[in-house]
């Protein structure tokens, strides 16, 4: 059996594929059940085309498998589970909004997937996209049906998977040897049985995943895609975002100091409305906010690519990793309305780049996320669109008046703090979050007063206001009779 194993290692054309291993389903022995990692690479990007490893699919049982994050945090800057499973991948090396990845400076995590019931799995592919240390794949993948006694759907790092109904399937580590190479391209990673045609009967899959380096930050790997092919499924299709024609327009501002990349390839219809409308409004715009936002040391994204997307429920728009993401559906209906406003917004967004404190201060405090979407909302609502008044207290949202309930009401406060206490207080709090130095003693170093008083205050004077416009409206009325 030794002699059988070493044979088919060297059958393998070492110069395609950058890793190989043959692996077993618990014992690490060859027996007639093997489960192969077929591992390649392509440093230059292919469009995740391999000579071995099968390009994604977007009709895999994993298209509606259930994804959870169950140790670990998400990585803001980058997409959400389901850009893991959606059947596209990135068409740049460099594209967090469509890959999944740990947040920064932290070791990695677990992510499991439900099928939705038990399925002969034949194999599972995860691709990945960068071009530095976060190209290379680690982890452990383990599997189940879900039928063990003690069985634990979601066992956290601590807990040997092992132990609790799981069994190991795989070990990847698709990390160069070689110390000067960083690891930088595509990965394409099979897991399959060589002689059968399924690898065993299972529900659920467990991925343990580990950074690839910890020198700095920057270790968790932009996982791209993850694709589960059923032995007894449809055959794997083919339809990935890389592989459709890309409908999209470059531009830029400051005379070139700012590039932009409108991309409409989900939405063709907008991209008219897009480059007529919404380019004027990022051109002058972007460099507006750069200046209404500064800071020492302070290096603003240069190349911001604006896409459209489909399937993203409710958000009308989201911003990471330098780029920002386009409700297609949303930005439908509001053509005539809030679309504009709502790229102002994300593009906020970037220039904030609160992500760089948590990068270069160990120390670093947490902005609250009342004041990072407040400050958006402010410039968006105050700067620019004034004219909409997006953002007044009214009787309506009077009861909803909190200095921390976020975007316009927010945005409110700080627009009555600018002209009633510092006209440099958004400016001075965002450099603040930037440096990872926000507190609360901030408002009163520079106001005189805490953020909870000035709250008080703020409310206070909207309640009076809004109570005297009413009591004048009911006096009129009765003049009237």
Request: charged share 25%; proline share 5%.
């Amino acid at each position: 059996m030794q002699t059988r194993c070493s044979e088919f290692l060297l059958q393998l054309n070492v110069r395609r594929l950058f890793v190989a291993a043959i692996l077993t389903l618990a014992t690490g022995r060859c027996l007639r059940a093997e489960v192969t990692v077929t591992v390649e690479r392509s440093a230059t990007g292919s469009g995740f085309r391999f000579k071995s490893v099968p390009a994604p699919a977007n009709n895999d049982a994993a298209t509606t498998a259930r994804f959870r994050l169950i140790d670990g945090e998400r990585d803001r800057n980058g997409g959400d589970l389901d850009v893991l499973h959606d059947g596209q991948v990135p068409e740049e090396e460099d594209q967090p909004s469509q890959n999944f990845f740990f947040r920064a400076g932290t070791d990695g995590g677990r992510l499991a997937l439900d099928l939705g019931g038990v399925i002969a799995v034949k194999r599972v592919s995860t691709y990945s996209w960068h071009p530095g240390p976060r190209g290379p794949q680690v982890y452990k993948m383990y599997a189940a049906d879900g039928n063990a006694n003690g069985f634990n759907a979601e066992p956290r790092r601590g807990t040997d998977p092992t132990s609790c109904g799981w069994k190991l399937i795989a070990t990847v580590d698709t990390r160069p040897k070689a110390g000067n190479d960083e690891g930088g391209g595509q990965y394409g990673v099979a897991i399959s049985d060589s002689e059968a045609g399924a690898f065993g009967n299972f529900r659920y899959l467990l991925f343990d995943v580990t950074r690839t380096e910890d020198h700095d930050a920057f270790g968790n790997t932009f996982y791209s895609e993850i694709d589960v092919i059923d032995a007894n499924g449809p055959a794997p299709a083919t339809g990935v975002a890389s592989e459709r024609k890309s409908i999209s327009k470059s531009f830029d501002a400051e005379g070139g100091k700012y590039q932009f990349t409108i991309n409409a390839t989900e939405a063709p219809d907008l991209m008219d409305w897009a480059d007529r409308e919404l380019r004027p409004v990022v051109q002058e715009w972007y460099p507006k906010l750069i200046a209404m936002l500064p800071g020492d040391g302070f290096t603003p994204a240069t190349n911001i690519t604006l896409r459209f997307r489909k399937s993203m429920g409710g958000t009308p728009a989201s911003a990471g990793g330098g780029g920002v993401n386009l409700n297609s559906e949303w930005f439908r209906r509001e053509l005539n309305g809030e679309a504009r406003g709502s790229v102002v917004h994300e593009l906020v967004h970037i220039v904030q780049d609160y992500g760089r404190a948590r990068r270069t201060n160990p120390e670093a405090t947490r902005t609250p996320g009342w004041l990072v979407e407040g400050i958006a909302d402010y410039i968006r609502w105050f700067l620019f669109e004034p004219q909409t008044k997006g953002a007044e207290i009214t009787e309506r949202n009077l009861p909803r008046a909190r200095y921390d309930a976020s975007y316009r009401i927010t945005a409110n406060f700080l627009n009555w703090v600018t002209l009633n206490h510092d006209k440099m207080i958004v400016p001075k709090l965002n450099a603040a979050a930037r440096e990872g130095k926000y507190s609360e003693q901030l408002w009163k170093d520079w106001t005189g007063k805490s953020v909870t008083e000035l709250g008080e205050a703020w409310r206070k004077e909207n309640e009076t206001r809004i109570n005297a416009a009413k009591s004048e409206l009911l006096k009129g009325g009765a003049d009237t009779n």
